[in-house]
């Protein structure tokens, strides 16, 4: 149910207006890499879930927040936007951010080139994901046939004409 309501949501965002700020920060992980990011509390932080927005190729951080969807989730969620360094880190990122950030069972937007990070973090740490939404993603180089047992909310989301993204998808 939390799924459909956060796809929902998704898809109101991009039409919603907003006009808020929000500050750039960092996160400086052990290889000394440094992943930016935004954040945005919910009014209910202390008790909102967490999403945790990725993005692929050919977008950032910043797509979320010129689409407004960063500021509609916020009013519901707490929300992480990463920009990950794709060439400068390994597939293991996603559970090292989620541990250094202290953030407990998000939910997981992952289009395109993220699914190497998010897919690894599934099939290798799964206890620390509540749900995924899946757009086309990229399917990193390991054996995925532990998704197939996962008792993760999911939902895999695809244009009808991304041939690869339907391969992938399914």
Excluded: Q
Excluded at 107 to 127: E, M, Q, W
């Amino acid at each position: 149910m939390f799924v459909v309501a956060a796809i929902c949501i998704l898809l109101i965002a991009s039409f919603s207006v907003c006009h808020s700020t929000i500050t750039e920060k960092e996160l400086i992980l052990d290889s000394g890499v440094i992943i930016k990011y935004y954040y945005r509390a919910s009014p209910f932080a202390s008790s909102a879930k967490t999403v945790i927005l990725l993005h692929g190729a050919k977008y950032n951080k910043e797509t979320w927040v010129k689409t407004n969807t960063i500021f509609a989730l916020a009013k519901h969620v707490n929300v992480y936007a990463l920009d990950i360094p794709n060439k400068k880190v390994d597939d293991s990122v996603l559970r090292y951010i989620i541990e250094k950030l202290r953030v407990v069972k998000p939910v997981i937007v992952s289009p395109s080139l993220s699914g190497k990070y998010s897919i690894y973090l599934l099939t290798h740490y799964p206890d620390l994901v509540s749900a995924y939404i899946a757009v086309a993603p990229v399917i990193p180089p390991i054996d995925i046939a532990p998704l197939e047992s996962l008792d993760i909310k999911s939902l895999f989301i695809y244009g009808d004409k991304d041939i690869e993204g339907i391969k992938r998808s399914r």
